[in-house]
């Protein structure tokens, strides 16, 4: 149920948490880096006003809590030094700052530190608990936006990708490329390690250190990888050549042997992991629009799809209900007439409550991309936002914090 919205004046590309969710970072199109209480934002320390609330849905009376911003300003590479006619240096020109989109971003578990995507290709390391919003270092090894970031569990190490078709594993200790990744053939949307099946140490720094990554590329095909290999080799887990086109979002499950892969066709594919074979596809109602963010829940039953149209809250242990007689109500309503009509009404009849869809839709999002989803490791808080990363696709600029019920 969502609860609070965090204002933004722009479309939000990217979005990250501490460990505990005490602090919430989002990345903006106009190059803002803004960092919010997210418990004091939860708890309705400041609400939302009319003007605001136009629009949302009733539960929606919380505003985010902002306590700060910065810019994300591009590092030019140092200048090589020319020497005059005597030997000494000539000063070079000054360059111009200028403001980046924050494509991506991670964030250290205690706020030690921040990373952020810029779309000179640069990632430039931020300190967020000390000196907040310096830039302390800048890893160069991009060429185009940096449009995704993932964190190792041990936080010592981090994958990035970028639209110049290339993945770097870099070391944060020294700021050396530990490993590149290539023979993509187009953009590269998203990276996820592989947790561990324990979710209560899954975000413990160092526990159950899993560095097999799986890598999604814009043209759909997904990739693992396990930097420990020295070839560096990028397995093809998505089914060779047949893998349906345009894929910008995954998420693994829990026990890390299935993962997920939204799809502009409208559809979210089940992998086997192990396999790497397609176990199923779900395909969500007509005119959907394309599925931008999957996000696995910890109970390895839900799956979060988030398109144009809607949030679903999706069931993978789903099964049709039937009537008395025997015969599918799901069925009967896909053929429609009379047999769909007498199936539910014989349904109603007998009091028989459950669900003739596989999905509940989520209140909130209506009429825009979603570009990330985030949830806390007990699943207690979820955060969805609006931006098409600098892709195809309108946003509403929104930011909702929702309240997750356990079953």
Not at 53 to 74: F, T
Not at 323 to 335: K, R, T
């Amino acid at each position: 149920m969502p609860t609070g919205l965090a204002v933004h004046p722009c479309a939000i590309y990217s979005l990250a948490a501490t460990k505990n969710m005490r602090w919430m970072f989002t990345g903006g199109d106009d190059g803002f880096i803004r960092k919010y209480d997210f418990m004091a934002s939860m708890n309705g320390s400041s609400l939302l006003t009319a003007v605001q609330k136009h629009g949302l849905v009733d539960s929606i009376q919380n505003s985010g809590v902002m306590v700060s911003a910065w810019e994300v300003e591009e590092a030019p590479a140092p200048a090589s030094v020319i020497l005059g006619p005597d030997g000494a240096a000539l000063p070079t020109p000054s360059t111009p700052t200028k403001v980046s989109p924050v494509h991506s971003m991670a964030v250290h578990s205690e706020a030690l530190f921040l990373l952020a995507g810029c779309e000179s290709g640069n990632v430039n390391l931020y300190t967020v608990r000390h000196d907040e919003g310096q830039v302390q270092h800048v890893l160069r090894g991009h060429e185009k936006p940096v449009s995704v970031l993932a964190l190792a569990r041990d936080e010592r190490a981090v994958m990035s990708g970028a639209w110049d078709r290339k993945v770097v594993r870099w070391d944060l200790d020294t700021g050396a490329v530990v490993r590149e990744f290539g023979g993509f053939n187009s953009h590269v949307s998203a990276i996820a390690f592989r947790p561990t099946a324990d979710m209560y140490t899954a975000f413990e720094a160092g526990a159950g250190v899993e560095d097999t990554a799986l890598i999604l590329s814009f043209d759909g095909r997904v990739g693992a990888v396990d930097p420990r290999n020295p070839s560096a080799t990028v397995r093809n887990v998505s089914g060779g050549s047949s893998a349906p086109p345009w894929g910008i979002s995954l998420s693994w499950s829990p026990d890390g042997q299935r993962f997920y892969v939204g799809r502009r066709n409208g559809t979210v594919d089940e992998y086997d992991f192990g396999e790497g074979r397609l176990l199923q596809s779900f395909r969500l109602p007509r005119d959907s629009g394309p599925v931008t963010s999957v996000h696995c829940m910890p109970n390895n039953r839900h799956i979060v799809c988030c398109s144009f149209d809607n949030i679903r809250l999706w069931d993978l242990h789903y099964q049709p209900p039937e009537a008395a007689d025997g015969a599918s109500i799901a069925g009967a309503s896909a053929n429609g007439g009379t047999a769909a009509t007498a199936a539910i009404a014989t349904a109603a009849d007998t009091e028989f409550l459950q669900p003739i869809v596989p999905f509940s839709i989520v209140p909130g999002h209506h009429g825009g991309v979603v570009g990330a989803t985030l949830t806390d490791w007990s699943c207690r808080y979820m955060v969805t936002v609006s931006g098409n990363r600098g892709w195809d696709g309108v946003a509403n600029n929104m930011c909702l914090l929702y309240s997750v019920k356990g079953e």
